[in-house]
Every structure is written in C-alpha cells, then in structure tokens.
C-alpha cells in the first residue's frame, strides 16, 4: 500500500509563502494523478488542485488561481505546492492525494496557519 508524507506546513503572515511537498512511497509515481486538498476547521474538505498523471492540464480551484502552483518531479516520487500571496482564509490542514485505476491514497496532513 502507497504512502504519502507530507511536509512544508506551517505559519506564516498574510501575504507571504510556503511550498507544500509530499512524498509518496511506490515506484510508478509517474502513474498517479495528484492533488492538494484542505480542511478549514468546522469545514468540509475542498480540493485545491490537480496534476495528471502525464500530460494533461493541471486545474485549480478558483479561490486559488493565480496564487498557488501544483508541480511534480517523478524522479523524486514527489508533488509540491507553491503558495503564494497567502490569506488568512488558506488556513487548514492540507492533504495529498493520490488517485490510479480509481483508487485513492491519503496523506496525514500538514499544517498551515496565516496569521499575524
């Protein structure tokens, strides 16, 4: 069974940055479709983006066009999270996904706190 660690989280003040890694442990990384999600307290978990497994587009949720980027390095079984220009509504716990032939794998989360 895959794992995923993620990593990166934090806090940091209004306006600023962070980038968000998760490692996965399986050898075909390349063959699964990954996305960031998150979970605000006292709400539902809400997807954040997605890049597919080969090349495709990658999608965002609108509340973060333009200010996060999702990228992968397969050679490091590894996807990533660029935050910019973070608000203090992007607090949450933020989760990695991964999905292939309709089976999904989930990290434990990691933290991010904007606030000043």
């Known amino acids: 069974q895959m794992q995923l660690v993620e990593s990166g989280g934090g806090l940091v003040q209004p306006g600023g940055s962070l980038r968000l890694s998760c490692a996965a442990s399986?050898?075909?990384?390349?063959?699964?479709?990954m996305s960031w999600y998150r979970q605000a307290p006292g709400k539902e978990r809400e997807l954040v983006a997605t890049i597919p497994s080969a090349g495709g587009t990658t999608t965002y949720a609108e509340f973060v066009k333009g200010r996060f980027t999702i990228s992968r390095d397969n050679a490091k079984n590894t996807v990533y999270l660029q935050m910019n220009s973070l608000k203090a509504e992007d607090t949450g716990v933020y989760y990695c996904?991964?999905?292939?032939?309709?089976?999904?794998?989930w990290g434990q989360g990691t933290q991010v706190t904007v606030s000043s």
């Open positions: 996904k991964a999905r292939r032939r309709g089976t999904d794998y």
């Open positions: 399986t050898f075909i990384f390349s063959s699964y479709a």
